[in-house]
């Protein structure tokens, strides 16, 4: 726990002069989706508090807010915890990145479309890869994904999918081989890429669809046989 409080310390200069619980919440968003603070970890009010400079009050809103977005749990007596999640907390998750990423690129409408953010992503995973950076990559790939949400030009869709994003970084940190997890979608995060450089949506929804299903089947065996080991 000490190293992550250094790096909050750190953080207490994004609170600048209006620290809020919303702004401490987005620093441990952050953080918990970087895995600062994996699964299962006790938060200490006191630790955190201190090493934001921030009050017990506004630190509690903070938990509320990220405890509604299903990615701390309160334990009675016991405290507050990053979600642990289970094998149907996945299932909905990629229930919901189904229905709601299919939806948008299937309807973006004439092209051209505005695809510098989704290729900068995509160079982002080839980079990451480049170094074997597999967590770097984990999160160039939740790029790719929030870059084809962006494309709807709706802040409604982005805040909802801002929240299951992070939720699937708790399922990514219990993967004990994300190269393996990982570095197969780079080459199919290009197919959806090139597919709208042609102008054919349809075909992008058709191959994202596809990849969805290949990724909650993935994600479902790992943490299946993580359960029947005793380690989720």
Not at 42 to 53: C, V
Not at 140 to 149: D, G, K, P, Q
Not at 203 to 223: F, K, N, P, V
Request: glycine share 10%; charged share 30%; hydrophobic share 45%.
């Amino acid at each position: 726990m000490a190293e992550q409080l250094t790096q909050l310390a750190e953080d207490r200069a994004l609170l600048g002069r209006t620290s809020t619980a919303e702004r401490v919440s987005d620093i441990l968003r952050t953080r918990i989706a970087e895995g600062y603070f994996l699964p299962g970890t006790r938060l200490s009010e006191d630790g955190i508090g201190g090493a934001l400079g921030v009050s017990r009050n506004t630190l509690r809103e903070a938990f509320r807010l990220l405890t509604h977005e299903r990615l701390l749990v309160h334990e009675l007596n016991r405290g507050v915890f990053v979600r642990v999640l289970t094998v149907e907390d996945v299932e909905d998750i990629y229930r919901t990145r189904r229905l709601v990423e299919c939806a948008v690129v299937r309807e973006l409408g004439a092209p051209p479309y505005a695809l510098d953010g989704v290729a900068a992503a995509v160079a982002g995973g080839h980079a990451a890869a480049g170094e074997s950076d597999w967590k770097g990559l984990a999160t160039a790939n939740i790029h790719f994904h929030r870059e084809l949400v962006a494309l709807a030009g709706s802040d409604r869709t982005d805040e909802l999918m801002r929240g299951v994003f992070a939720e699937l970084r708790l399922a990514f940190h219990i993967v004990n081989d994300p190269r393996r997890l990982h570095e197969p979608y780079l080459a199919r995060n290009e197919q959806i890429l090139a597919a709208l450089r042609a102008g054919d949506a349809p075909a992008a929804g058709e191959l994202l669809a596809g990849y969805l299903d290949d990724s909650l089947r993935g994600m479902t065996e790992i943490y299946r046989r993580r359960v029947r080991e005793g380690e989720v």
